[in-house]
C-alpha cells in the first residue's frame, strides 16, 4: 500500500477503534508484540524464562507491567499496539511474511513518519526508503530519528541503521512500562511469581491436593483427561511429563487472553523391585499459564522411580475457582537404554523455538517445564545466536568414577554445501547422559537454508542427526 494512502487510512480510523484493538490477540499477535515493545532487560528475561519453561507465566508479566489500570477488564496498551501490529501486517506483510517486512517494527511503536521518501539505486546503494520523524518528547524520542531501509535481492525491505533506530526506540519502549513495581522475581524453585497468582499452587489448589485420596471416587467438579507425554531422565530419577487436557469451557480466561491453572498431583502408592513392599508418597502442585486459543493443554512433571503407580490428580482454574479431579495409572520406564542415541534436538534463538523429535521412545525429552512440538522447519534472523539443546544417552550407566569422554562436533551447511564452519567441544556427562548447549552467532553466514549437523564421538562410534533451518536477515 502507498504510504501515502496509508497515512490517509490512519487518519480516517476513528481513535477508540484503533484502541479497542477487536477480539482477543493470537499467540503470533502476541508474538510480534513482545518482539517490537521489549526492552533489553525484559529480552534477558524471557532468555531465563525460556530455559525455566514458564514463557506464559513471562507472558502474563510482560504484559501487566504494561497495565496503566489493572481494576478494568481492558490492557489499554495491549488494545492499542495490538491494532497497530494488525494494521503493520495487513499492509506491509507482502514483503516480510505475518508482521510485515522491518518497517513493522518502527511503525507499531512511532505510526507513520512524517516524511517517506523513496532512495533510488546509486553504484554503492541499491533502491531504498527513508522514513523520517521528528522529536518527540512525550514519548522519548529526544532527536529526529531517520529509518534508512534498503531491499534486498528478493525484493524484501530491512533496516540498515537497525541497531540506531533500536538505542533511539528503547527509550520508549521503557515508557510504556506502566507499573515497574511488577518484575520477574522467582521463588525457591525458581519459578516465576506472579502477583495474586502465587507459584506452585493457590490456597485452593493445595486444599483440594490435601483432600485427595486413594479411597473413594474423584471429587466433583468439571473433568478433564490426562496422558504421559513423554519422559526423560537424569542421574537419580525418571521425570514424567503429564499432559492435561481440559474442556475449552471449564477454564476462563483473564483479562490478556490467558488462562491460569494449578495442576497438582499425588502417588498413592508404587511397587518396588524384590521381596518386600514400599510405599512412595509424592505430592507436588504448580502454577502454569496458558493461551487461550486452540485446544486447552497443559503439562505438569513429576519425578517418578521405574515401576507401576496410581497417580491422583486435579486441576484447579485460578479464575474462577472451578476444579476436577482424576486418576491415572502408569509405567514407568527403567532406563538407559540398551543403545546410544540423541534425545530430541531443540534450536532456539531470541524468538523462535523449534523442537525436532529424538529416536529414544515416548517423548524423552524436556527443557526446563516446556515441551515443543517437533516442527520441520525453523527460522531465525542473522542478528541472533543460535541455540542447540539437546541430551546424549550413552546406552549403559557407569560408575561415578568412570564417566565416559563424550565429544561432539558440530557443522554447518548451506543447501548441500559445506561452510567451512566446525566446532568441536567436550560435553557435560553423568553416569546416564550427556547434556549439550551449543550456541552459534549467525551473523557471519548469508541468508538461505542451512542444515546443523551434529555429531557425537563417544567410544570408538559415531553417532550423528542434521537438523534444518532457514535464516533470514
Known sequence: MPTLLLAALLLSVPAAALAQGGDRPTDTELGWLESFLMTE?????????????????????????????????????????????????????????????????????????VQALPQPATD?????????????????????????????????????????????????????????????????EGRLVIPNLPAGGSK?????????????????????RVTPAYFRVDDRATYVALLFETPADALAPGTDGQLAASLFAKTASAEAEGPGAATYRLETAHTEIRSAEGPVRFEASLVLPPGRHRLLLGVVDEQSDAFGTARLDIETPA?????????????????????????????????????FEPRSTAVFRQDETLGAF??????????????????????????????????????????????ANAEIELNEFAPGRYELGIRVLYGEQVYETRKAFTLVR
Open 204 to 224: 485452593r489448589a493445595r486444599r483440594v491436593l490435601a483432600d485427595l485420596s486413594g479411597d473413594g471416587p474423584p471429587g466433583d467438579g468439571f473433568s478433564f
Open 41 to 113: 532487560e525484559e529480552r534477558r528475561s524471557s532468555i531465563e524464562a525460556i530455559t525455566h519453561g514458564d514463557r506464559e507465566a513471562f507472558r502474563r508479566l510482560f504484559w501487566l507491567r504494561r497495565d496503566p489500570d489493572p481494576s478494568t477488564p481492558q490492557n489499554e496498551i495491549l488494545d492499542l499496539y495490538l491494532a497497530r501490529v494488525r494494521l503493520a501486517d495487513s499492509t506491509f506483510s507482502e514483503d516480510g511474511g505475518y508482521g510485515g517486512d522491518d518497517r513493522s517494527r518502527v511503525f507499531v511503536l512511532l505510526g507513520m513518519p
Open 390 to 435: 539437546y541430551f546424549f544417552y550413552p546406552g549403559e550407566r557407569v560408575d561415578d568414577g568412570e564417566l565416559p569422554e563424550i565429544v561432539a562436533e558440530y557443522t554447518l551447511s548451506r543447501e548441500g554445501r559445506d561452510t567451512g564452519f566446525v566446532r568441536p567441544e567436550a560435553l557435560p556427562t553423568s553416569t546416564r547422559q550427556a547434556a
Open 335 to 371: 532406563f538407559p537404554e540398551a543403545e546410544p542415541g540423541f534425545s530430541s534436538v531443540v534450536l532456539y534463538g531470541d524468538t523462535t523455538m523449534q523442537e525436532y523429535s529424538g529416536r529414544v521412545p515416548g517423548r524423552a525429552f524436556q527443557f526446563g517445564r516446556t515441551h
Open 124 to 188: 554503492e546503494t541499491p533502491e531504498g526508503l527513508l522514513w523520517a520523524f521528528p522529536p518527540d518528547p512525550d514519548n522519548g524520542l529526544a532527536d529526529t530519528l531517520e529509518a534508512l531501509y534498503y531491499r534486498d535481492e528478493e525484493g524484501q525491505l530491512f533496516l540498515e541503521n537497525r541497531a540506531a533506530v533500536d538505542e533511539s526506540l528503547e527509550e520508549m519502549r521503557r515508557r510504556l512500562i506502566a507499573r515497574p513495581e511488577v518484575g520477574f522475581d522467582r521463588d525457591e
